[in-house]
């Protein structure tokens, strides 16, 4: 588990990394622009595909509704894993196509009009605030079907909201690997397994602390979760320009 002093020593290199060269091109005024391109495409190729987005909430609303036919008042232990359970198969579902669905002719494509820095950017921009979506989306079908024992509800949304990012730009990254890989989304399930599982694990632990009114949530844990979420970000920028040019 991450400490304290492992979370100085992950910002102390993202800030030497923003120093670098390729940090200063991204945040200009031009990559800014080409990112907000590349993000629109994405937004209105999604909205073209309907039948994706719409998948995905028929999934989320018959999870949920099965899980309420099954188990109408859980414990507090029990609702907290199963949620969290869903907002993994939700990510799943949600971010493995960003890649997926693109033909090698279009990476081709794509190559030409932008860099990888900015593309994988958007990438993560787009996933992030669709899986922000669902989560906003399983919070509040869980909390309609299923009993509510929160306490703390605005700190439960901060955790969940958190969560969602976290997981979206994990399995993003993922998706990424896995379409160089022929295609082959079991590259993802197996590569994200042991890195999501910590990921997890310190969401549950977050979220155990909304149950009761006593207990107090560590800070240390939510800066932990914020660092290990910059450190995918900048690890999608350090190697995603290697799967570009293969």
Same mark, same amino acid.
């Given at each position: 588990?991450?400490?304290?002093?492992?979370?100085?020593?992950?910002?102390?290199?993202?800030?030497?990394?923003?120093?670098?060269?390729?940090?200063?091109?991204? !945040?200009?005024?031009?990559?800014?622009?080409?990112?907000?391109?590349?993000?629109?495409?994405?937004?209105?190729?999604?909205?073209?595909?309907?039948?994706?987005?719409?998948?995905?909430?028929?999934?989320?609303?018959?999870?949920?509704?099965?899980?309420?036919?099954?188990?109408?008042?859980?414990?507090?232990?029990?609702?907290?894993?199963?949620?969290?359970?869903?907002?993994? /198969?939700?990510?799943?579902?949600?971010?493995?196509?960003?890649?997926?669905?693109?033909?090698?002719?279009?990476?081709?494509?794509?190559?030409?009009?932008?860099?990888?820095?900015? /593309?994988?950017?958007?990438?993560?921009?787009?996933?992030?605030?669709?899986?922000?979506?669902?989560?906003?989306?399983?919070?509040?079908?869980?909390?309609?079907?299923?009993?509510?024992?929160?306490?703390?509800?605005?700190?439960?949304?901060?955790?969940?909201?958190?969560?969602?990012?976290?997981?979206?730009?994990? /399995?993003?990254?993922?998706?990424?690997?896995?379409?160089?890989?022929?295609?082959?989304?079991?590259?993802?399930?197996?590569?994200?397994?042991?890195?999501?599982?910590?990921?997890?694990?310190?969401?549950?632990?977050?979220?155990?602390?909304?149950?009761?009114?006593?207990?107090?949530?560590?800070?240390?844990?939510?800066?932990?979760?914020?660092?290990?979420?910059?450190?995918?970000?900048?690890?999608?920028?350090?190697? !995603?320009?290697?799967?570009?040019?293969?």
């Amino acid at each position: 588990m991450l400490t304290s002093q492992d979370a100085e020593h992950a910002l102390g290199w993202m800030g030497h990394w923003i120093n670098e060269p390729i940090f200063a091109k991204i !945040f200009s005024i031009n990559s800014a622009k080409q990112i907000w391109i590349l993000f629109k495409k994405d937004l209105l190729l999604e909205i073209r595909q309907q039948y994706a987005f719409y998948g995905v909430l028929l999934y989320v609303g018959a999870t949920i509704f099965v899980l309420y036919m099954a188990i109408e008042n859980p414990d507090t232990g029990t609702w907290n894993g199963l949620f969290w359970i869903i907002q993994l /198969f939700i990510s799943i579902n949600a971010v493995a196509k960003s890649f997926l669905q693109e033909s090698k002719s279009r990476m081709l494509y794509y190559q030409t009009i932008s860099s990888p820095q900015n /593309f994988i950017l958007a990438k993560l921009l787009f996933n992030s605030i669709l899986m922000l979506l669902m989560s906003a989306l399983s919070f509040a079908l869980f909390a309609l079907f299923m009993s509510y024992p929160v306490q703390k509800t605005a700190l439960f949304l901060a955790t969940v909201f958190l969560g969602g990012w976290s997981l979206s730009l994990v /399995f993003t990254f993922l998706a990424a690997i896995a379409a160089r890989a022929q295609q082959n989304a079991a590259i993802m399930a197996i590569l994200g397994f042991p890195i999501i599982i910590p990921q997890l694990l310190m969401l549950m632990k977050i979220s155990g602390t909304v149950f009761s009114s006593q207990v107090a949530v560590a800070p240390i844990n939510m800066l932990l979760l914020v660092v290990s979420d910059l450190l995918v970000v900048m690890l999608s920028i350090i190697l !995603f320009p290697f799967l570009w040019k293969d």
